[in-house]
């Protein structure tokens, strides 16, 4: 029971109940994006062929793990917002003696999760449970390396302070966290971007994205350094594109041939893809950044 209750639920009541509601209805609905339920976009290797989408989703986990920079025998790595799992059962086959945890505020994931485990030896072994990553009951410098894959949006505030100090302290010294996610950055919204921005945060109940300059100094504030922050949008922008295509072909064989009833929650899993472009590089400051740092 103490597991599938909230360790310390995101910031109202309102907007807790809104983001469970989110995962739970629109959660299946990733299946259409992904075969392996990657719960994020994907990242073009040069010479990789951009119609391959899982290809892509999968190199965005290879790209993640390449800067976490495991060594020794059994590395602990920790996944701050691990969705069903996907870059943890990537991490599984390619190491197969990482010590291997996940966190995620939502306990359906939890439970979908712990299934899709099942599937192979490597990924049985791998551990979630329900925790908030802004404040975990993890005793201190429990890990080598940690990671958030579009989950530190859901962070308070747009520096990210609790979940960076609480990867701070979970971090062994000499440990690794990579980031990868959309920021607003280093521009302004403009006028109606700020309207489409707002509506954006609704449909996938974010407070605020972070901000890639006060984001980087928290990070340093907080004892990191080593800091490489790097813009990958032109590699990000590829999966964008099939966006348009998926949600096409999910409307047709999920809504109009199986009869699935769209609720809020799915409908506003649908827009924020396509309204993401309009707030983002090159039109606004919306951008993807990958952002690794060494604790001190
Ligand atoms: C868009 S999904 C990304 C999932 C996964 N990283 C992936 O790429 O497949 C965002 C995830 O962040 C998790 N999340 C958001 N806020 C969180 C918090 N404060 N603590 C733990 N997990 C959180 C959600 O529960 C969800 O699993």
């Known amino acids: 029971m103490a597991e599938t209750m909230l360790a310390a639920p995101i910031a109202s009541n309102l907007r807790e109940n809104e983001f469970q509601r989110y995962y739970e209805e629109a959660g299946p609905d990733y299946a259409a994006w992904s075969a392996g339920f990657n719960m994020h976009f994907g990242y073009l290797r040069r010479g990789a062929n951009p119609l391959n989408r899982e290809d892509m989703l999968e190199e965005m986990n290879r790209q993640v793990l390449q800067r976490l920079r495991v060594t020794g025998d059994r590395p602990r790595i920790l996944d701050l917002g691990c969705g069903l799992g996907a870059t943890l059962r990537s991490i599984a086959r390619a ?18 999760g712990r299934r899709l485990n099942q599937g192979s030896e490597r990924s049985r072994k ?14 201190a410098e429990t890990f080598d390396a940690l990671y958030a894959i579009e989950s530190s949006c ?6 990210k302070a609790q979940m960076i100090c609480e990867a701070h302290r979970l971090l062994r010294p000499g440990g690794r966290l990579v980031v990868a996610d959309g920021f607003i950055g280093p521009g302004k ?76 929650a799915r409908w506003n899993n649908v827009l924020a893809p ?23």
């Not at 190491?95 to 979908?112: C, F, K, R, Y």
């Not at 032109?234 to 964008?240: D, G, L, N, Q």
Request: hydrophobic share 45%; proline share 7%.
């Open 95 to 112: 190491l197969p003696s990482a010590q291997l945890h996940g966190i995620t505020l939502v306990p359906w994931q939890l439970e979908q």
């Open 126 to 139: 791998i551990e979630l449970r329900v925790a908030d990553y802004e404040d975990t009951a993890f005793p």
């Open 274 to 296: 396509i309204l993401l472009p309009l707030v983002g590089y090159p039109i606004g400051p919306v951008a993807y950044f990958l952002v690794s740092a060494t604790r001190r």
């Open 154 to 159: 859901y962070g308070t505030g747009a520096n």
């Open 189 to 264: 919204l403009r006028g109606p971007q700020w309207a489409v921005y707002r509506k954006l945060c609704e449909c996938w109940v974010i407070e605020t994205l972070g901000e890639i300059g006060p984001f980087v100094s928290e990070l340093e504030n907080a004892g990191f350094h080593d800091l490489a922050v790097e813009q990958i949008q032109a590699r990000v922008a590829p999966s964008v594109f099939h966006v348009p295509w998926v949600t096409v072909k999910f409307l047709l064989t999920s809504v109009l041939l199986r009869g699935r009833k769209m609720t809020r």
